[in-house]
């Protein structure tokens, strides 16, 4: 009988050291796979049969109208309508409404074109939509660039202003930093500091009279 015992509780164990293992093993390959499959697939790993629809960015439009003084409506186009349209808020706000009339809008000889506003004005080297156009607001800087100069930058009465005034083309929008803002051009650059009011104008490297009062 003791030897038959002995048997029984031997079989017993042996039963339950099976089972034991099995359950160990089964609990662990699951967490593994999901593991695999949920962290450390990379996105660009999973693949799929399915067609993702083509995505487009939406082309800037190249003509838009606007209203101008007195209720006039303006049509801008080109490159000026293409920065129109990107500018914020605030560029709009200081710009103000286009103007309309002789010498306010065109195409210069040079292929420059631009169109002016109450505070401001959006020009660019030429009409092609693609070409970049830049915003100069009124101001101290605008009132330089816009002094007639002699070749060397010099203020002259007989000179030229603007675009085809020494300075040129502006190449970026009024940009600040602390006090003191600019405004870059095709033959240098004119800065501010607004807090006192001092003006600069560089001209091919060389730093030449404002031309204010």
């Given at each position: 009988?003791?030897?038959a015992?002995?048997?029984v509780v031997?079989?017993?164990?042996?039963?339950?050291?099976?089972?034991?293992t099995?359950?160990?093993?089964?609990?662990?390959?699951?967490?593994?796979?999901?593991?695999?499959?949920?962290?450390?697939?990379?996105?660009?790993?999973?693949?799929?049969?399915?067609?993702?629809?083509?995505?487009?960015?939406?082309?800037?439009?190249?003509?838009?109208?606007?209203?101008?003084?007195?209720?006039?409506?303006?049509?801008?186009?080109?490159?000026?309508?293409?920065?129109?349209?990107?500018?914020?808020?605030?560029?709009?706000?200081?710009?103000?409404?286009?103007?309309?009339?002789?010498?306010?809008?065109?195409?210069?000889?040079?292929?420059?074109?631009?169109?002016?506003?109450?505070?401001?004005?959006?020009?660019?080297?030429?009409?092609?939509?693609?070409?970049?156009?830049?915003?100069?607001?009124?101001?101290?800087?605008?009132?330089?660039?816009?002094?007639?100069?002699?070749?060397?930058?010099?203020?002259?009465?007989?000179?030229?202003?603007?675009?085809?005034g020494?300075?040129?083309?502006?190449?970026?929008?009024?940009?600040?930093?602390?006090?003191?803002?600019?405004?870059?051009f095709?033959?240098?650059?004119?800065?501010?500091?607004?807090?006192?009011?001092?003006?600069?104008?560089?001209?091919?490297?060389?730093?030449?009279?404002?031309?204010?009062?």
């Open positions: 009988m003791l030897v015992g002995l048997s031997t079989l017993i164990a042996a039963g339950c050291g099976g089972d034991d099995k359950d160990e093993a089964a609990p662990q390959s699951a967490p593994v796979a999901t593991s695999v499959s949920e962290s450390t697939v990379e996105p660009s790993e999973v693949t799929t049969t399915d067609t993702l629809p083509e995505t487009t960015t939406a082309a800037k439009p190249t003509e838009t109208t606007i209203m101008g003084e007195r209720g006039v409506e303006v049509t801008l186009s080109g490159p000026i309508a293409v920065k129109y349209g990107s500018a914020t808020t605030a560029q709009k706000g200081a710009l103000g409404k286009p103007l309309t009339g002789d010498r306010n809008a065109g195409t210069r000889e040079s292929g420059v074109v631009f169109q002016q506003f109450q505070r401001g004005v959006i020009i660019a080297k030429n009409d092609d939509p693609g070409t970049p156009a830049y915003i100069v607001t009124s101001g101290k800087i605008r009132d330089a660039w816009n002094t007639e100069r002699a070749p060397d930058g010099t203020p002259s009465l007989t000179g030229k202003n603007g675009s085809p020494p300075l040129g083309v502006p190449t970026s929008d009024v940009t600040r930093q602390g006090d003191v803002q600019q405004v870059t095709e033959h240098g650059k004119v800065t501010e500091n607004t807090v006192t009011g001092a003006v600069t104008v560089t001209v091919n490297g060389k730093v030449v009279p404002s031309g204010l009062k």
